[in-house]
């Protein structure tokens, strides 16, 4: 394995370096920042430092649970409660791991650890769509992406922090809409890249249906999970009995 | 520094830390079998789609489709398909819901 990955030193550092992954972390640094900024906002009414704001962005560094978090401790909700829910809230990390740990297989468990604790829906969402069709990943690139990621995220929730009050409407400048496009992309290059767009696309679909009925009759949170993995079984599902789909053409 | 905040940030960034490693210390030992790899190969696309159908379809806990924004979705669409640039998906979209919230 070793001599594997020193055969091709020079166009490896290139292609999977450092340096690719902070620019391929690039365009979620919009969506990030506005999301951010907002936590940052929500934390300051709040009542947080900026020093809690910062240890908050570092240490939990995961976007709606920083919003559920600051809004309860100001609704006087005990430290017990908020952590469970911040439990159920991030428990989507587990599926998104899952989906990315293979790629890393070939890595000592101390990277694996290192790689797997800065795992966020941007990172997630670039780094599947970035290793769609390869079998492993550079541990320098996922890392470049992955501190891109946080230093964006801190300097945002600061910026929310300080200057909050300053900005009135950021609604009118599209901010929060960076997001929803980001993974409007993500979509349509996963279905470039995989070339299995019938089956893509009903899975696509079925998430969407689950997501939205799961947000409205349970929880946002379940919604996402009972999303996915209903979704995902089913594409393996149609898979097993249609074969591959369009994967062959 | 108040008690309540330092154990509500020592508590919850365990149990976000937790199964953000689990995966990632449980697959480097484990090898999954294949049916399991093909069902986890699903798993962007699924995430990615919730997350989606939640942003345009759902507005504080109701079924509430956003006009502008599936509109938007649009060009961003694809502009992300045709030039495999994830920032002209963003900025598309962004420039797009500027003009519509806007002007329309």
Known sequence: MKNGTLAQPAQKATADGFMQGVRDCLPTVLGYLSIGFAAGVVERTAGFSMLKIALISLLLY????????????????????IVVTVF???????????ALAPFFRHLPLWKNVLLGAQLTDETFGVAATRLAGKDRASF??????????YL???VANLAGGLFGDWIAEPERFGLDYALPAMFLGLLALQWRERANGRLDGIVALSAVAVAVAGSVWLSPHVGVMLATVLAATIGLVLEKRWGTGGRQS | MSEAFF?????????TLIPRILPFIVLSKIHLPDWGMRWLGYIPVAVMAALLGQSLLVADGRFAPQPEELLAAVPALLAAYFTRSLLAAVLVGMMVIIVLRNLA
């Open chain 1, 140 to 149: 320098s690139w996922m890392l470049g992406l992955n501190v891109t990621a």
């Open chain 2, 7 to 15: 154990w509500m940030l020592l508590g919850a960034s365990v149990v």
């Open chain 1, 88 to 98: 159920f809230v991030n428990l989507r990390h587990l599926l998104m791991g899952a």
């Open chain 1, 62 to 81: 995961a976007g709606s649970a920083q919003f559920i978090a600051a809004g309860m401790m100001m609704a006087g909700m005990p430290p017990s409660a």
């Open chain 1, 152 to 154: 964006n995220w801190l």
